[in-house]
C-alpha cells in the first residue's frame, strides 16, 4: 500500500481563535462552582451578600462565555475537518 503525500493545501493549520477556545470548559465549570460556593457560604452563615451578588453574577457571566467559546471551537474545528 502506498503512502500519499499530502498537499500543503490539505494540512489542518490551527488559528488563533481555535487556541483561544480550548479554554471554553473551564469558563463553563467555573461559573456553577462559583454560585455552588455562594450557596454553601450562606448555610456556613457568612454574611457577605454583596460578594455573593458579584459571585453569582460572574458565575452567569462564565456560563455565557464557556458556551460562546465552546461554539467558536465547534465552528472553528468543523471548518478545519471539512478541507481535509
Do not use: C, Y
Not at 69 to 82: D, E, I, K, P, T
Request: aromatic fraction near 10%; charged fraction near 15%; hydrophobic fraction near 55%.
Amino acid at each position: 500500500m502506498a503512502q500519499q503525500r499530502m498537499n500543503p493545501e490539505h494540512r489542518i493549520v490551527r488559528s488563533e481563535w481555535s487556541t483561544l477556545t480550548r479554554t471554553w470548559w473551564k469558563f463553563l465549570m467555573a461559573g456553577p462552582m462559583l454560585i455552588v460556593t455562594v450557596i454553601v457560604g450562606s448555610r456556613v452563615g457568612l454574611d457577605a451578600w454583596f460578594i455573593g451578588f458579584f459571585a453569582v453574577i460572574l458565575g452567569f457571566l462564565s456560563v455565557a462565555v464557556g458556551l460562546v467559546l465552546g461554539l467558536g471551537h465547534l465552528v472553528a474545528r468543523r471548518g478545519s475537518v471539512a478541507h481535509v
